[in-house]
């Protein structure tokens, strides 16, 4: 029986599954101690691998940031403080008893989508995680491209017309900041208030979705990219999707690309890690 133990760790949740025979057998998470530094995050892994540690099967962790060989750099430290050059593979081997497979939360799901969702059949594909933070995972001439430099797709860190990151503008920490300068009390009520029709609350969202569509639009003359599918808990949030699609839509024919939901929703990452952590 073909088992695998995956973790997908994002700068809100951590997750685990236990795979068997491609299917989810066993799930859990807990809360990303994100502003605690890598040892609380380490510690926190531990805690879910405890449920598992008995099953013989090959681990895959899936985590947010920059991964160069088997190290963790986190480039925003509003979403992972304290993160440089962290050999994250390393201790998770240690702690574990048995080796480890990391790679990028974002190209995990990436490689999960393409295999099992929206992304299955096409040649050049990409997904667009919106959370915490932005990121995502390119799938080229049908295969996950992976840097050696761990800048595989990192979209988030992107320059805008302003000099700030498309993470700056767009992601859920962004939202969240800007829901605070202007006396919403999150990033959901920003959001709740702008489709409700508040106007200043619609600005300050939408600002956020047209700079993602424009680098969208980059990358589909770029890359030729056939497909965009759209996850994270900002992204997947009902009316995000339309917003966007409406972005794209005014750029000429050569810009736009399809965009779609993610069809694995928040799964995407661990169905990615599965079969990541069964090929290794």
């Given amino acids: ?66 991964v160069v060989d088997g190290c963790v750099t986190a480039h925003n430290p509003a979403i992972m403080a304290d993160w440089h050059s962290y050999p994250l593979q390393q201790k998770l081997a240690e702690k574990f008893g048995r080796p480890v497979r990391l790679i990028n939360d974002a190209r995990a799901a990436a490689w999960g989508e393409y295999l099992y969702g929206s992304g299955a059949g096409l040649a050049e594909f990409l997904f667009l995680t919106v959370s915490t933070g ?35 503008h767009a992601s859920g920490t962004a939202l969240g900041q800007l829901a605070l300068q202007y006396r919403y009390s999150n990033a959901r009520m920003l959001c709740d208030a702008a489709d409700q029709g508040d106007t200043q609350a619609d600005t ?16 589909a003359v770029m890359l030729g990219i056939q497909r965009v599918a759209v996850g994270g808990g900002v992204g997947l949030r009902p009316g995000y999707l339309e917003r966007l699609q409406r972005e794209m839509n005014l750029f000429p024919k050569i810009y736009r690309i399809e965009v779609v939901a993610a069809q694995l929703g928040h799964d995407a990452g661990l169905y990615g890690a599965a079969d990541l952590a069964r090929s290794e």
């Fill in 134 to 168: 932005v990121g995502a995972g390119l799938i080229l001439n049908r295969r996950l491209h992976l840097a050696a430099n761990g800048f595989d797709a990192e979209i988030g860190e992107m320059k805008c017309h302003d000099g700030k990151t498309l993470e700056d």
């Fill in 1 to 66: 029986m073909h088992k695998s133990i995956v973790f997908d760790i994002g700068g809100t949740q951590s997750r685990i599954a236990l795979f068997e025979e491609g299917q989810i057998v066993m799930r859990d998470q807990l809360a990303t101690p994100s502003q605690a530094g890598p040892d609380a995050l380490l510690a926190s892994a531990a805690q879910l691998f405890a449920q598992v540690e008995h099953v013989q099967a090959p681990v895959c962790v899936a985590v947010t940031g920059q």
């Fill in 204 to 219: 300050l969202y939408q600002n956020g979705i047209r700079e993602i569509a424009k680098k969208l639009a980059d990358l």
